[in-house]
Nanobody, 125 residues
Framework: VQLQASGGGLVQAGGSLRLSCAAS????????LGWFRQAPGKEREFVAA????????YYEDSVKGRFTISRDNAKNTLYLQMNSLKPEDTAVYYC???????????????????WGQGTKVTVSS
């Protein structure tokens, strides 16, 4: 299984970025997926999750209204649209997959079956 994250970069505060995570080696449409981030000197934290059907999403409070998680099962790709970025959003962002057809709470709890490599997001003030 491979989860390949991309789309990170340097952006000014208030700007936008769209992260992508291309998956291979698993039945993508059956997996609950999510994004996590790890800022320098801090523990990895949950950011957003989407159910395997795509019908349910959940966000960490600090990103609600600014970030949108989505998935394209035809392209085996997970996305995170990040708007109104703040310096405190600076982190390495990781995509993750929970167990096959697991409920969304699995991602929120950090019960991850597969991790992608990170993509770095830097927001300048």
């Amino acid at each position: 299984v491979q989860l390949q994250a991309s789309g990170g970069g340097l952006v000014q505060a208030g700007g936008s970025l769209r992260l992508s995570c291309a998956a291979s080696g698993l039945t993508f449409r059956g997996y609950t997926l999510g994004w996590f981030r790890q800022a320098p000197g801090k523990e990895r934290e949950f950011v957003a999750a989407i159910s395997w059907t795509g019908g349910s999403t959940y966000y960490e409070d600090s990103v609600k209204g600014r970030f949108t998680i989505s998935r394209d099962n035809a392209k085996n790709t997970l996305y995170l649209q990040m708007n109104s970025l703040k310096p405190e959003d600076t982190a390495v962002y990781y995509c993750a997959a929970g167990a096959d057809e697991a409920p969304i709470i699995v991602i929120i709890r950090g019960e991850i079956a597969y991790w992608g490599q990170g993509t770095k997001v830097t927001v300048s003030s």
